[in-house]
């Protein structure tokens, strides 16, 4: 069973920065299938939303509200990834999961389709105040 563990959310001012983190353990990724890793964000009264994501193949995709902003990374050991969050924005405020997957298609918009990640993190808040 996998299990995805989000950390490093909390409160900032608008304009401060954040450095989301998940672990991933249970069930290890295989180097013979594709995977991705991202986050996706769901703010008060909206959809939830696909932010940022990366693949099997290094490939990092960001919806277009973030980029220069936000850069997803992962340790060398797949299993851990980053998410710095800088110059933030209060529309931003909302709960931040870590989803992962196995096969392809994982980019950020993917992401946050319904249904499309088979694994999920319980969140970690994220509060932005201008």
């Known amino acids: 069973q996998v299990q995805l563990v989000e950390s490093g959310g909390g409160s900032v001012q608008a304009g401060g920065s954040l450095r989301l983190s998940c672990v991933r353990s249970?069930?290890?990724?295989?180097?013979?299938?594709?995977?991705?890793m991202g986050w996706v964000r769901k703010a008060p009264g909206k959809e939830r939303e696909g932010v940022a994501a990366f693949d099997s193949d290094g490939t990092t995709t960001y919806a277009d509200s973030v980029k220069g902003r936000f850069t997803i990374s992962k340790h060398n050991d797949k299993n851990t990834q980053y998410l710095p969050i800088n110059r933030q924005k209060p529309e931003e405020t909302g709960m931040y999961y870590c989803?992962?997957?196995?096969?392809?298609?994982?980019?950020?918009?993917?992401?946050?389709?319904?249904?499309?990640?088979?694994?999920w993190g319980q969140g970690t808040q994220v509060t932005v105040s201008s």
């Open positions: 249970g069930y290890t990724f295989s180097p013979y299938y594709s995977y991705y």
């Open positions: 989803a992962s997957g196995i096969g392809n298609g994982g980019n950020w918009w993917n992401l946050g389709r319904h249904g499309f990640c088979r694994d």
